[in-house]
């Protein structure tokens, strides 16, 4: 069982930036890949970006794409969101996910198998 726990969410300006982290238990994180999703009152949850085992491949909503950068640190078991240039439709509970997820099932958000429980983050205009 892995455990996902989010973190540096918040209230943020219009063209500020924060970064999520998404801190992970257990000695298996490399196995997985991982994925921030979110969702917005009254919307679905939606993909936002996800990063493979070691970092080599990445994915982006085209929504996000050129403002918002996934990475991962192993030795850490933590992955991170850093969002830039913010925008208020940005503003979502923001999940962190993983699971063992081939490439081309990085944007389904039932492909993973472990979530953690969302930070809020909040965009001003």
């Known amino acids: 069982q892995v455990q996902l726990v989010e973190s540096g969410g918040g209230l943020v300006q219009a063209g500020g930036s924060l970064r999520l982290s998404c801190a992970a238990s257990?000695?298996?994180?490399?196995?997985?890949?991982m994925g921030w999703f979110r969702q917005a009152p009254g919307k679905e949850r939606e993909f936002v970006a996800a990063?493979?085992?070691?970092?080599?491949?990445?994915d982006y909503a085209d929504s996000v794409k050129g403002r918002f950068t996934i990475s991962r640190d192993n030795a850490k078991n933590t992955v991170y969101l850093q969002m830039n240039s913010l925008k208020p439709e940005d503003t979502a509970v923001y999940y962190c996910?993983?699971?063992?997820?081939?490439?081309?099932?990085?944007?389904?958000?039932?492909?993973?198998?472990?979530w953690g429980q969302g930070t809020q983050v909040t965009v001003s205009s």
């Open positions: 990063i493979s085992k070691y970092g080599g491949n990445t």
């Open positions: 996910a993983g699971g063992i997820v081939s490439g081309s099932s990085a944007y389904t958000d039932f492909k993973y198998d472990y």
């Open positions: 257990g000695r298996t994180f490399s196995r997985y890949r």
